[in-house]
């Protein structure tokens, strides 16, 4: 069973960056896509971005379109969500999760994904 652990986030100042990880320990990470979330205080649980298997193709919410970029490193079995221009909105809990299915190419929603990590919390003040 995959298990994911995310890492990275922090406290950061408008305008600043920062590059989150999600760390996958367990079989198959190289044959799912792979997906960061954000759940916002007060908000429902909502989709950012997903990368494909392979990393070919990735999708992002438009409301960070632009500024946040996902790759992955399948050697290193981790998926990395880096985010430049942070804005306070975008202040919340960071999640990543696994496709339900393998080799999917998208396209992504947040329904598609399961095996959720905990979370990590980034903070950016204005």
Request: hydrophobic share 30%.
């Amino acid at each position: 069973q995959l298990q994911l652990e995310e890492s990275g986030g922090g406290l950061v100042q408008a305008g600043g960056s920062l590059r989150l990880s999600c760390a996958a320990s367990g079989r198959s990470f190289n044959s799912y896509a792979m997906g960061w979330f954000r759940q916002r205080p007060g908000k429902e649980r909502e989709f950012v971005g997903a990368i494909s298997w392979r990393g070919a193709v990735t999708e992002y919410a438009d409301s960070v379109k632009g500024r946040f970029n996902i790759s992955r490193d399948s050697d290193k079995r981790i998926v990395y969500l880096q985010m430049n221009g942070l804005k306070p909105e975008d202040t919340a809990v960071y999640y990543c999760a696994r496709h339900i299915s393998l080799y999917s190419s998208g396209p992504y929603s947040l329904t598609d994904f399961r095996s959720w990590g905990q979370g990590t919390q980034v903070t950016v003040s204005s």
